[in-house]
């Protein structure tokens, strides 16, 4: 049997594998020294100006069922356009890109059948001239309404409440078109569209990280363009909303009821539970009287995502989130069938006092019409 001497590494591998290690030590220790020493004044600004922000979702509203389970009202899933402009990219450059952008995205979206929001303050009469509309009659809010718009836009604030002395809605139109590099060929009417979404944008500058609604429930063709050309649509993108359905139209509809955006009526007393401006409550109906139970909207309901932004109000990430919960299903004692079979035999009730009283005024009387617009109202 042949024994053999087991083969020595050399010891030059093991110098070469403690070099690695110290040169693998001494990035890791110029690194730490570049980020604490070097640099740590910069990151630490850097970590001043950063904060935190909490974007509030909501849950879907309840559904309505009859006695036999069957739906009288629900949430739809739909979608929306939305347009969040990098806070960070405040240049020329960055609002011709936007400009472009937003006019491809508004012709898609029109091309789909959904129209694009029409907030802007400037207008134009059947005269062609152009003045402004601020939605609001009483002079004190009209005044408010102006200054804020010239703080968001740029221009000269007035020293005087003197509205003579105010720059032209004309004047302010050519700015504005000019600010943000809109097409000469551009209408007044689709330019003003542009200026509608930049409007909305300037107005929720303190909320730069939220994204502006700009269509909303356009078509699923709509969504696929929107993101089968993201490169080309900077700033755009969509989302899920809910639409409230009544799938029996009319029927039952005054036990139903319907749902609205609140009133200035009850708005103190809606936010303070956690409502927004924007959510839609009960007005009448079991829609009104179960409203606590059918809102996803209340500040229990609420979810939250928590983000950082940066001192430009752009987003660095998202730190955390908590989902929303949908409101409670609601089912009545009504019974649908029951309820169609009633209001058909009171329709035909009505109709029939109807036409009795027709034939006493005028019993030799030629009643098609009647008949035929009876029909069609029906």
């Known amino acids: 049997m042949i024994r053999t001497e ?30 604490t020493i070097a640099q740590g004044e910069a990151y630490r600004e850097e970590a001043d100006t950063l904060s935190t922000r909490e974007i509030i979702t909501k849950g879907k509203r309840g559904t309505i069922y009859d006695r036999n389970g069957l739906v009288l009202a629900y949430d739809e899933t739909c979608f929306n356009v939305e347009f969040l402009r990098n806070a960070n990219n405040r240049t020329d450059y ?27 303050y400037i207008r134009m009469n059947d005269k062609g001239e152009i003045y402004y509309d601020f939605g609001v009659t009483s002079e004190t809010f009209v005044k408010s309404r102006y200054k804020n718009f010239c703080n968001v836009m740029g221009f000269n604030m007035p020293d005087t ?10 004047d302010a139109y050519l700015k504005l ?18 200026i509608s979404i930049r409007q909305e944008v300037l107005l929720n500058n303190y909320r730069a990280y939220m994204p502006i609604t700009i269509a909303y429930n356009v078509s699923l063709d709509v969504v696929a363009k929107i993101e089968m050309m993201a490169n080309e649509l900077p700033g755009l993108q969509t989302s899920q909303s809910t639409l409230r359905v009544y799938p029996y139209g009319e029927t039952a509809a005054h036990i139903v009821g319907y749902c609205q955006k609140m009133s200035a009526e009850n708005a103190e007393e ?4 956690g409502y927004s401006y924007d959510d839609y409550i009960g007005v009448s109906g079991i829609e009104a009287t179960m409203e606590e139970y059918l809102t996803g909207a209340t500040s229990e309901h609420q979810g939250v995502i928590t983000i950082e932004v940066n ?27 029951l309820q169609i079979v009633a209001e058909q035999a009171l329709y035909d009730i009505i109709q029939h006092i109807h036409q009795k009283e027709l ?6 009387g030629d009643r098609s019409e009647e008949r035929r617009v009876g029909k069609e109202c029906r």
């Open 161 to 170: 409440d003197d509205m003579s002395t105010w720059i032209s809605a004309e």
């Open 6 to 35: 087991p083969t020595k590494k050399p010891l030059s591998r093991f110098v070469l594998m403690g070099a690695v290690l110290l040169l693998m030590m001494a990035a890791l220790i110029f690194k730490l020294f570049d980020v």
């Open 311 to 337: 001192s430009n109000g752009a987003i660095v990430s998202t730190i955390n989130s908590t989902p929303a919960s949908d409101g409670n299903n609601v089912t009545l004692a009504c019974d649908l069938p």
């Open 270 to 273: 809606l936010l303070a539970k």
């Open 177 to 194: 078109r000019d600010a943000w590099h809109i097409p000469e060929e551009l209408s007044f009417e689709d330019a003003r569209k542009v």
């Open 359 to 364: 034939d006493k005024i005028d019993p030799d």
């Open 94 to 120: 960055y609002s011709i890109i936007y400009t472009e952008a937003l006019i491809k995205a508004i012709n898609i979206i029109e091309e789909g059948g959904s129209s694009v929001i029409d907030t802007s």
